[in-house]
Each structure stands twice: as C-alpha cells, then as structure tokens.
Nanobody, 115 residues
Framework: QVQLVESGGGLVQPGGSLRLSCAASGSIFGIDAMGWYRQAPGKERELVAS???????RYGVPAKGRCTISRDNAKNTVYLQMNSLKPEDTAVYYCYAQINWRDYWGQGTQVTVSS
C-alpha cells in the first residue's frame, strides 16, 4: 500500500554531482523521518543522511561536507544532493521513511563513480 520510489542514480565521474529523489505514495497518514542509506559490495549498510518532518538533519560520516538532504512534505519526497563524488561513494543507495508508524525502504538505486 505504501511505496517508496527512488530516482536519480547513475554513472558519474569523480568530482561530479548527483541528486537522488525518493517519493512516497499510497495510503499515507503521516511521515516522520526520511533519509538515505547506502551499501557497497561486501560492506554493511550505512547512514548517509536523514531528515525529520520538522527539517532537522543528521549526516553520516561519508556525507558530511559533501551532501545535502532536503524534503518536500507536500510531495512526500526526500532529496539527496551529492557533490564532489568519489569512487568510494559507489554503492546502492536506499531511501527509507517512517510512514504511518512503520519503516519502509525503497528498492535501491545504483550510484557508480568512475572515470
């Protein structure tokens, strides 16, 4: 009933930028935190950034200084602007959201940083 759909991933050169989007749809009564995690091959999933419904942000170590998370509550959408991308940022990026007092995850979008 509730779905998260991510977009914006792809191949980018080192030093480049990408903007990820994640839109929630379905029977939504309320959304609390939204955010992004990533998982590289052979590594654990790690927090990139999160944002509360009041706009309070939290960034994981990989994102600090290079990423900006934002959300549009009217569109039930969260965004992740990533700059100065490095090859080590290559991973599957997963959107998550706390909707109707439950946790939901997107299917993931691949980000590859390579020349």
């Amino acid at each position: 009933q509730v779905q998260l759909v991510e977009s914006g991933g792809g191949l980018v050169q080192p030093g480049g930028s990408l903007r990820l989007s994640c839109a929630a749809s379905g029977s939504i009564f309320g959304i609390d935190a939204m955010g992004w995690y990533r998982q590289a091959p052979g590594k654990e999933r790690e927090l990139v950034a999160s944002i509360s419904n009041g706009g309070r942000t939290r960034y994981g170590v990989p994102a600090k200084g290079r990423c900006t998370i934002s959300r549009d509550n009217a569109k039930n959408t969260v965004y992740l602007q990533m700059n100065s991308l490095k090859p080590e940022d290559t991973a599957v990026y997963y959107c998550y959201a706390q909707i109707n007092w439950r946790d939901y995850w997107g299917q993931g979008t691949q980000v590859t940083v390579s020349s």
